[in-house]
């Protein structure tokens, strides 16, 4: 998204309707909740964050991966992906029974291959399935009927593959005599369409098509989007019309939808090199507080043949022949972020030009030193990679860490909206698939994004964000012919009393979740306890309170589930009824019906 572009403001308005201004607060509930468990040997395909994963952007996605996968389409079905590259089925038969796991499709992937990403798994319709393998190639399959005791195996109906490995957000299934198919698939470092050069995050929308009579989904069409940061919350109309993105940076298009006459998803093969294989022209590395830009010199450059200009957000490097006095340049545009120019120095030790640039915002990992240049190989610097995996360890140290950072005496969250410090740019935006263009936007950098909630498979998901001490479901609407531009984009759709105030408050919060149908949400550590938080419910007789003589018609139950061992949760679902939790070596299902809050 062109920052230049104009776009409608949203305001997002919570209705007073949905909002209690009289909650109290919760009642800890000491009724445990029924749990069965399913145990499984055959592991997980995790991906284990290292220091190839230099970019905070990236180690936070793979730290934070849900590597449980519900069916929205029969809820009583989960799905995981183990260390052989097998996509394993967990039925629950009966209330307290968990079918024992079956094998349903099979990647085929070579061994010593290694994953880059997470594998992932969507349910675009009752009969269809997309999976990725974290290697590099997607598959849509044939699943036939999910919801029978016996699974039968899978079938692939269209492969994709590549040296670029992607992620799956979102996915929907249209059947109009023709089979659509639209997907978002998120990729790191991928080239753009129109300049061939890598930024940090893309996301490709894919449509395939299935003619009818054919077997066999072909591409029909890509639109790319560029960005800074892995979006919160990304997801395609019903209609496929529509897209909305909540990031902290925004996204641009790449023009291009199907336009070429063959239309092939992009293969990031490059590497550091250039193509011919000489060296690059430059080379990088980071700390918390600067960049180090490291460019070798020709024979016989010496300081005054350097020519070197920064500011706050841009920089230009080049070396004057002394023969023929011509400029070459090396480096030279927008900075990736701003930058202290006066506190910036450069000096020649030996044959290397050394450029030290002080970042303006301390702690920031840059992914790249100009926007758009790749030409320069990152030297990956051990103690930033220490650094940014200090910074996520609670979410994945065997031993939780309770203890607060010397350097900030406060969780972030915690801190009242008008103190919050959060990025100006983070917005929820809309983008029209017929116009190609972004047409509106909310500015969304002072209510915090929560997470996001499936309340039906055939409509977008939600997007919950804290309003106030509130969480605010916000539901995108189907166009509407009638109302045209007058249409409210984003409708708020049900509110959590107090949740994003409880938010706040886990230090050790890895998932959240929530049911469709909003009776209850749920927050899950890295390890060992669930915390869940309940919709108000009519007492069946009303309660006086002592000090205030008010009675107290409804009352909202918290209730706290704790794991069996100590092993980290890699995965995280709930439905209506169920809560789903995913270990290194066992499924632990939990009953969250109304009788379970009894």
Same mark, same amino acid.
């Given at each position: 998204?062109?920052?230049?572009?104009?776009?409608?403001?949203?305001?997002?308005?919570?209705?007073?309707?949905?909002?209690?201004?009289?909650?109290?607060?919760?009642?800890?509930?000491?009724?445990?909740?029924?749990?069965?468990?399913?145990?499984?040997?055959?592991?997980?395909?995790?991906?284990?964050?290292?220091?190839?994963?230099?970019?905070?952007?990236?180690?936070?996605?793979?730290?934070?991966?849900?590597?449980?996968?519900?069916?929205?389409?029969?809820?009583?079905?989960?799905?995981?992906?183990?260390?052989?590259?097998?996509?394993?089925?967990?039925?629950?038969?009966?209330?307290?029974?968990?079918?024992?796991?079956?094998?349903?499709?099979?990647?085929?992937?070579?061994?010593?291959?290694?994953?880059?990403?997470?594998?992932?798994?969507?349910?675009?319709?009752?009969?269809?399935?997309?999976?990725?393998?974290?290697?590099?190639?997607?598959?849509?399959?044939?699943?036939?009927?999910?919801?029978?005791?016996?699974?039968?195996?899978?079938?692939?109906?269209?492969?994709?593959?590549?040296?670029?490995?992607?992620?799956?957000?979102?996915?929907?299934?249209?059947?109009?005599?023709?089979?659509?198919?639209?997907?978002?698939?998120?990729?790191?470092?991928?080239?753009?369409?129109?300049?061939?050069?890598?930024?940090?995050?893309?996301?490709?929308?894919?449509?395939?098509?299935?003619?009818?009579?054919?077997?066999?989904?072909?591409?029909?069409?890509?639109?790319?989007?560029?960005?800074?940061?892995?979006?919160?919350?990304?997801?395609?109309?019903?209609?496929?019309?529509?897209?909305?993105?909540?990031?902290?940076?925004?996204?641009?298009?790449?023009?291009?939808?199907?336009?070429?006459?063959?239309?092939?998803?992009?293969?990031?093969?490059?590497?550091?090199?250039?193509?011919?294989?000489?060296?690059?022209?430059?080379?990088?590395?980071?700390?918390?507080?600067?960049?180090?830009?490291?460019?070798?010199?020709?024979?016989?450059?010496?300081?005054?043949?350097?020519?070197?200009?920064?500011?706050?957000?841009?920089?230009?490097?080049?070396?004057?022949?002394?023969?023929?006095?011509?400029?070459?340049?090396?480096?030279?545009?927008?900075?990736?972020?701003?930058?202290?120019?006066?506190?910036?120095?450069?000096?020649?030790?030996?044959?290397?030009?050394?450029?030290?640039?002080?970042?303006?915002?301390?702690?920031?990992?840059?992914?790249?030193?100009?926007?758009?240049?790749?030409?320069?190989?990152?030297?990956?610097?051990?103690?930033?990679?220490?650094? +940014?995996?200090? =910074?996520?360890?609670? *979410?994945? &140290?065997?031993?939780? !860490?309770?203890?607060?950072? @010397?350097?900030?005496?406060?969780?972030?969250?915690?801190?009242?909206?008008?103190?919050?410090?959060?990025?100006?740019?983070?917005?929820?935006?809309?983008?029209?698939?017929?116009?190609?263009?972004?047409?509106?936007?909310?500015?969304?950098?002072?209510?915090?994004?929560?997470?996001?909630?499936?309340?039906?498979?055939?409509?977008?998901?939600?997007?919950?964000?804290?309003?106030?001490?509130?969480?605010?479901?916000?539901?995108?609407?189907?166009?509407?012919?009638?109302?045209?531009?007058?249409?409210?984009?984003?409708?708020?759709?049900?509110?959590?009393?107090?949740?994003?105030?409880?938010?706040?408050?886990?230090?050790?919060?890895?998932?959240?979740?929530?049911?469709?149908?909003?009776?209850?949400?749920?927050?899950?550590?890295?390890?060992?306890?669930?915390? +869940?938080?309940? =919709?108000?419910?009519? *007492?069946? &007789?009303?309660?006086? !309170?002592?000090?205030?003589? @008010?009675?107290?018609?409804?009352?909202?139950?918290?209730?706290?589930?704790?794991?069996?061992?100590?092993?980290?949760?890699?995965?995280?679902?709930?439905?209506?009824?169920?809560?789903?939790?995913?270990?290194?070596?066992?499924?632990?299902?939990?009953?969250?019906?109304?009788?379970?809050?009894?």
């Amino acid at each position: 998204m062109n920052s230049k572009q104009n776009l409608t403001s949203v305001d997002l308005r919570p209705d007073r309707k949905l909002i209690d201004v009289n909650f109290d607060s919760y009642k800890l509930s000491l009724t445990p909740l029924p749990s069965f468990r399913a145990a499984f040997n055959c592991g997980l395909q995790k991906v284990e964050v290292s220091e190839e994963h230099a970019t905070y952007e990236k180690i936070r996605c793979l730290t934070l991966h849900n590597y449980l996968s519900i069916d929205p389409w029969n809820l009583d079905c989960a799905y995981l992906v183990d260390a052989h590259g097998c996509i394993r089925r967990f039925y629950v038969s009966v209330e307290s029974h968990i079918e024992p796991a079956q094998i349903v499709f099979t990647f085929g992937v070579d061994n010593t291959a290694r994953p880059k990403l997470p594998p992932c798994i969507l349910f675009p319709s009752p009969h269809i399935a997309i999976a990725s393998d974290g290697i590099g190639s997607f598959f849509v399959l044939r699943t036939a009927v999910r919801s029978e005791r016996s699974a039968e195996k899978w079938s692939v109906i269209f492969k994709e593959e590549s040296t670029d490995p992607c992620l799956l957000l979102h996915s929907v299934f249209r059947d109009n005599g023709t089979h659509y198919l639209d997907l978002l698939l998120l990729r790191f470092g991928k080239p753009s369409n129109d300049d061939d050069k890598k930024v940090n995050i893309v996301i490709d929308w894919v449509c395939l098509e299935k003619p009818e009579n054919t077997e066999k989904f072909d591409v029909s069409g890509i639109k790319t989007f560029e960005g800074k940061s892995v979006p919160n919350y990304a997801a395609i109309s019903a209609d496929c019309s529509e897209l909305y993105i909540a990031s902290t940076f925004p996204f641009k298009h790449i023009p291009g939808w199907g336009n070429e006459e063959e239309v092939q998803l992009a293969d990031d093969s490059e590497t550091n090199e250039s193509k011919d294989g000489t060296e690059p022209p430059y080379k990088w590395k980071q700390t918390a507080e600067d960049v180090t830009i490291s460019i070798p010199l020709p024979e016989g450059i010496n300081k005054s043949c350097v020519v070197y200009s920064l500011n706050s957000s841009k920089l230009s490097i080049a070396l004057r022949d002394p023969k023929t006095n011509e400029a070459n340049t090396i480096l030279a545009g927008e900075m990736y972020m701003e930058a202290e120019a006066e506190a910036s120095s450069w000096m020649i030790d030996g044959d290397t030009l050394i450029v030290t640039i002080q970042k303006k915002i301390e702690g920031h990992t840059w992914a790249m030193v100009i926007e758009g240049d790749d030409r320069g190989e990152m030297e990956v610097n051990p103690e930033e990679v220490a650094r +940014v995996h200090q =910074q996520l360890a609670h *979410l994945t &140290s065997e031993t939780l !860490n309770t203890e607060k950072s @010397e350097g900030q005496l406060f969780n972030s969250g915690e801190i009242e909206e008008c103190d919050s410090y959060y990025d100006s740019e983070a917005s929820l935006v809309r983008f029209d698939a017929s116009t190609n263009k972004f047409t509106h936007s909310a500015n969304i950098s002072s209510l915090k994004w929560l997470f996001n909630l499936s309340s039906s498979p055939n409509e977008s998901p939600c997007v919950v964000l804290r309003h106030d001490v509130d969480a605010v479901v916000w539901q995108p609407t189907a166009p509407n012919p009638l109302k045209g531009s007058n249409r409210i984009i984003w409708k708020h759709q049900a509110t959590f009393n107090a949740l994003g105030y409880v938010h706040a408050s886990k230090t050790n919060l890895k998932f959240c979740g929530a049911a469709p149908d909003a009776s209850y949400a749920a927050f899950c550590e890295c390890q060992r306890r669930i915390f +869940v938080y309940r =919709q108000p419910t009519a *007492l069946a &007789s009303p309660l006086r !309170n002592r000090s205030s003589g @008010e009675v107290v018609r409804k009352v909202s139950l918290q209730q706290v589930a704790t794991l069996p061992n100590n092993e980290d949760v890699y995965g995280f679902a709930v439905s209506n009824d169920r809560m789903y939790v995913l270990t290194e070596s066992e499924l632990v299902v939990f009953k969250v019906g109304v009788d379970a809050g009894a």
